[in-house]
Each structure stands twice: as C-alpha cells, then as structure tokens.
C-alpha cells in the first residue's frame, strides 16, 4: 500500500507561480510513475502531468504546457508540479497518483493504483 500526501496548495492572484508537492510512501518510489491530476468544482477529474519511472520522460495536457513543470526527487521520496502563471481557470483540486511500473499512456487515462486526498489551489483573477 502506497500512501500519497500532496501539499501547497494555496490561494494566489493570477500570474503567480505555486509548487506543489506529494510525498509517496513507498519504500521503491523510484519504480513508480507519479502523475498529477485537478479537479475543478462542478467539473470531471482532468491529466495534467506525469513522469516516467525508468527514464523520466514526462507528459502533460495541452492546457499547461509551458507553465507547469512536474519532477521528481527519488531520494525523498517526493514528486513536484512546478507552476507558472497561473490563471483562474488553473482553481481546482490538484491531486497526486502513482502507478508501480506504469506508462504515461496509463497516467493519461487515470489508469493509476494509487491517490492522493488532494491540495486545493484557488487563483484569483
């Protein structure tokens, strides 16, 4: 069992820069892909990022490439989502999720064994 914990999520105007974090418990994190997700209110759960476990290869929607940056730190056990101007249409609950030798193809369809409770970042206009 994986528990994921995410963290900074706060409320800023538009144009700001926010990273979130999500602490995995997994003893083998490095052999998981580690995917980021939002939900709006009102709204399905939407992709926003992911990264490969073996190679690091990362994925993102279309609504923010360019501004948003995910990583990872194998060593803490920590998967990022940097990001950059931010716009009020980015309000949503931003959820962490990890899938043990996953693909980003199976991040992308929410394939993932494992989520986060979420982290609530509210951007005004």
């Known amino acids: 069992q994986v528990q994921l914990v995410e963290s900074g999520g706060r409320f800023v105007q538009a144009g700001s820069s926010l990273r979130l974090s999500c602490s995995a418990s997994a003893r083998t994190f490095s052999t998981y892909t580690m995917a980021w997700f939002r939900q709006a209110p009102g709204k399905e759960r939407e992709f926003v990022a992911a990264?490969?476990?073996?190679?690091?290869?990362?994925s993102y929607a279309d609504s923010v490439k360019g501004r948003f940056t995910i990583s990872r730190d194998n060593a803490k056990n920590t998967v990022y989502l940097q990001m950059n101007s931010l716009k009020p249409e980015d309000t949503a609950e931003y959820s962490c999720a990890a899938q043990l030798l996953g693909s980003l193809e199976l991040a992308h369809s929410g394939g993932m064994n494992y989520w986060g409770k979420g982290t609530l970042v509210t951007v005004s206009p």
């Open positions: 990264i490969h476990w073996s190679h690091d290869q990362t």
